[in-house]
């Protein structure tokens, strides 16, 4: 166990829905096991429903039993760092019994005062939260406080600044940490790395060497049992407002200064204020939007968006959105950044791929229709993890004609290399107080108003399409027109 392991309370409401349960209690967990957090550490539930302490315990050990190589007795002595409150957000008494068996288990677990907030339930809560935690005077210690928030961070530009300003009651900018989950992904952070540490790759990455860069996370998974949330958010506002965006950004930022949250957060944010504008025509031309049909996945068949659960049967929610995005500055003008996404899809897959423009001269002798292949920079996100470039080599035994290779790294492929899930990066990232990985309010703003452009005029307009894409496809038509008038194509996910 290190010194600089963090101490710290971490009250987390929504203590026995299903993100605490997935993710929270075995990223916590894993960070115990690996000696990243110290004994210092106490976690405090509060839901609405009555529990004992030692049936929340039983539930925290359920949740981490079975996907690691346990060891029972540490994950006894885990769950009794674990505590739990019933409680009614909007009753002040819940906040003073909270601040009460803080302050004990402050001493008890010597935690110095540091407070983490996380709100992992029903997004409605969260300003009435922010607000009682202050008046209840929960924010008054003398550690640190810091909260921790899940998506979606409010509904459009409006509603999220209105939530943003009951939180900046309590807390400041800097006490925020607004979850983007893609962010802690292993190898969205690579993107970075791979830019910024390899000579080969930064002097050709912009609108002189690069032709389109197209990122796709596609999804096998429909809305399962989410479909009273998802009607309201669609694909636009669940995946590009906030993941889509931010790998765009990380893509096309300037290299920061330094390595810095201040630096790399600005550098982001300038990418998202260079996004061109769009018009209602723009949307119209650039963006495409799709809903899934029944169809058969894995061999077996699977419902329509509109025969889901919670799911209006004339839905006019997009489960798919693709669309093209121009970065009007010095280093993209003219290079289309293309994305897609979308649920039920033939392959669950994250990657970005960087197409590179053709030779000038292509020397080499092609079969009738082929063309040279150009070179290729993938991303791969999940669930492989990795890098891929493709080159063009000599066919053997050819001497003009040329064959496309693969130049492979995977990353989860090493022995030993087990990537740490994203929650469990994030979480320590905030126990360690950096914000790097968490979406800053301009951020937030800034992708906000690109996408309420979009949905203002998908919203206007019934999609007399939908249902347009079979459930296990690669989405509708469209989505390959819209690279087609531009002279590209999308790259398969599945290679
Ligand atoms: C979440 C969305 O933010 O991301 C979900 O709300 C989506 O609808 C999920 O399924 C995808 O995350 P991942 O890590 O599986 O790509």
Redesign the pocket.
């Known amino acids: 166990m290190t010194n600089t392991a963090p101490k710290s309370i971490v009250v987390i409401f929504g203590a026995t829905g299903d993100l605490a349960n997935r993710k929270l209690y075995p990223s916590i967990y894993n960070l115990y096991t690996k000696g990243k957090l110290s004994e210092n550490f106490a976690v405090i539930g509060v839901a609405r429903r009555p529990l004992e302490n030692e049936e929340f315990q039983q539930n925290v050990r359920n949740s981490v039993s079975g996907r690691f190589e346990e060891n029972r007795e540490d994950i006894e002595k885990f769950s009794k760092h674990f505590y739990y409150l019933p409680f009614n957000v909007n009753d002040r008494a819940s906040y003073k019994e909270l601040k009460n068996l803080a302050e004990k288990l402050d001493s008890t677990y010597k935690t110095e005062g540091n407070r983490i907030f996380y709100l992992a339930m029903a997004p409605e809560f969260f300003g009435t939260i922010a607000v009682n935690i202050k008046a209840e005077e929960l924010t008054d210690t003398e550690g640190y406080t810091r909260l921790v928030i899940e ?1 979606p961070f409010g509904h459009n530009l409006p509603s999220a600044k209105q939530l943003n300003e009951k939180l900046r009651h309590a807390f400041s900018e800097d006490e925020i940490y607004r979850i983007d ?2 962010l802690g ?1 292993e190898m969205v952070q690579n993107i970075e790395v791979i830019r910024f540490a390899n000579a080969i790759f930064e002097p050709l990455w912009n609108n002189r060497y690069i032709s389109n860069i197209q990122v796709t ?1 596609s ?1 096998v ?1 429909g ?1 399962e049992d ?1 479909g009273g949330y ?1 009607e309201k ?1 669609g694909a636009l506002r ?2 590009v407002q ?2 889509m965006l931010q790998m765009v950004a990380l893509l096309a930022m300037e290299p920061p200064i330094k390595l810095n949250t201040d630096e790399i957060r600005s550098e982001k944010i300038k990418v998202l204020r260079a996004l061109r504008p769009l018009e209602d025509e723009d949307v119209k031309k650039y963006f495409v939007r799709g809903q899934y049909d029944a169809g058969t996945l894995n061999g077996k068949q699977v419902p329509g968006y509109r025969e889901e659960e919670k799911v209006d049967p004339a839905s006019n929610t997009a489960t798919f959105v693709a669309g093209k995005l121009l970065i009007d500055n010095f280093r993209w003008a003219g290079v289309p950044f293309y994305i897609r996404t979308g ?1 039920r899809m033939k392959k ?1 897959s ?1 990657k970005i791929v960087v197409q590179f423009k053709d030779i000038p001269m292509d020397l080499y002798y092609k079969e009738e229709n082929e063309q040279q292949n150009p070179n290729l920079l993938v991303i791969n996100i ?1 669930p492989d993890e990795g890098i891929t470039l493709y080159l063009n080599a000599k066919r053997p035994g050819q001497n003009t004609m040329t064959l496309p290779v693969k130049l492979d790294y995977c990353n989860n492929c090493i022995d030993g290399i087990n990537t740490p899930e ?1 929650y469990e990066k994030l979480i320590y990232d905030c126990m360690m107080g950096d914000t790097t990985n968490f979406a800053h309010w301009d951020e937030v703003a800034l992708s906000w108003r690109y996408v309420d452009s979009i949905s203002k005029v998908w919203e206007n307009q019934i999609a007399t399409e939908f249902p347009n894409y079979p459930s296990g496809s690669n989405g509708p038509k469209a989505s390959d027109e819209l690279l087609a008038e531009d002279g590209f194509h999308w790259w398969p996910v599945e290679d």
Request: hydrophobic residues 20%.
């Open positions: 998506k989950h893609y992904k996370s999804e998974l809305v989410r998802y958010s669940d995946m906030n993941h649920k669950k994250t999940q994203a």
